[in-house]
């Protein structure tokens, strides 16, 4: 079955650290694709980043960096120094074509990680 | 508009009446979604809608649930006969095609609080 898993439910840090978000996620597809968004207090769920399974490099966008590993069914989400404007929820996604009812499109979702970075 | 538009922001209703929440996705996406957000929890796919094709409801939860669209534009998703386990945060969705690599764009949410 399609699963995405984030085993952290709260994660609190202190401005400039770094923090690590993990996603596991399972899947009986070779094609599927990963994303991550972010859910500000304000409620409006905000696309970071998308990444396919066949693509394994790690992408950094600013503070964010992304590392995608196929052999342990991960795709973790690092922020680096972090910043108050980061306390958010973070959800994780899959996205393959042949899943959940077959829906191509449907995402579905890990139950999120709630990032709170305090000054 | 610019983003995915949904409205009312808030509904508070009784237990027991009907509801209908609107959706305006992003001009020219043909993909339609619902999800569901209980406090605390992630997202429940409800419906998708895809262009003109019959709509996947596999993901309502009762029959209570319905929802529609308007070819490539509005969508409402309605609930009969509310019970209080509806209360959740309802999200709209948009992409500009239904295939799995595109991301989906979402609106702010209805919070439907049923007393």
């Known amino acids: 079955a399609q699963k995405v898993t984030q085993a952290q439910t709260e994660i609190s840090v202190v401005e400039k650290e770094d923090v690590t978000l993990d996603c596991v996620y399972e899947?009986?597809?070779?094609?599927?694709?990963l994303f991550w968004y972010k859910q500000p207090p304000s409620g409006e769920l905000v696309f970071l980043i998308r990444?396919?399974?066949?693509?394994?490099q790690n992408e950094i966008s600013g503070r964010y960096s992304w590392n995608f590993q196929k052999s342990t069914s991960s795709f973790n989400f690092t922020i680096t120094a972090s910043q108050v404007v980061d306390s958010a929820v973070y959800f994780c996604?899959?996205?393959?074509?042949?899943?959940?009812?077959?829906?191509?499109?449907?995402?579905?979702f890990g139950k999120g990680t709630k990032l709170s970075v305090k000054p | 508009g610019a983003g995915v538009s949904q409205s009312p922001s808030n509904k508070v209703t009784e237990k027991g009446k009907d509801v209908e929440l609107r959706c305006d996705p992003i001009?020219?996406?043909?993909?339609l979604y619902w999800y569901r957000q209980r406090l605390g929890q992630g997202l429940e796919f409800l419906i998708y809608?895809?262009?003109?094709?019959?709509?996947?409801k596999s993901g309502l939860p009762s029959d209570r649930f319905s929802a529609e669209r308007t070819g490539e534009s509005v969508s409402t998703l309605t609930i009969q006969r509310t019970q209080q386990e509806d209360s959740a945060v309802y999200l709209c969705?948009?992409?500009?095609?239904?295939?799995?690599?595109?991301?989906?764009?979402f609106g702010d949410g209805t919070r439907l609080s049923i007393l």
């Open positions: 969705a948009s992409s500009l095609k239904g295939i799995p690599d595109q991301p989906q764009h």
């Open positions: 899947t009986r597809d070779t094609t599927y694709y």
């Open positions: 990444r396919n399974s066949f693509d394994e």
């Open positions: 996604a899959l996205s393959d074509p042949l899943n959940y009812g077959g829906s191509q499109g449907n995402l579905i």
């Open positions: 001009s020219g996406h043909t993909a």
């Open positions: 809608f895809q262009g003109n094709s019959a709509p996947d």
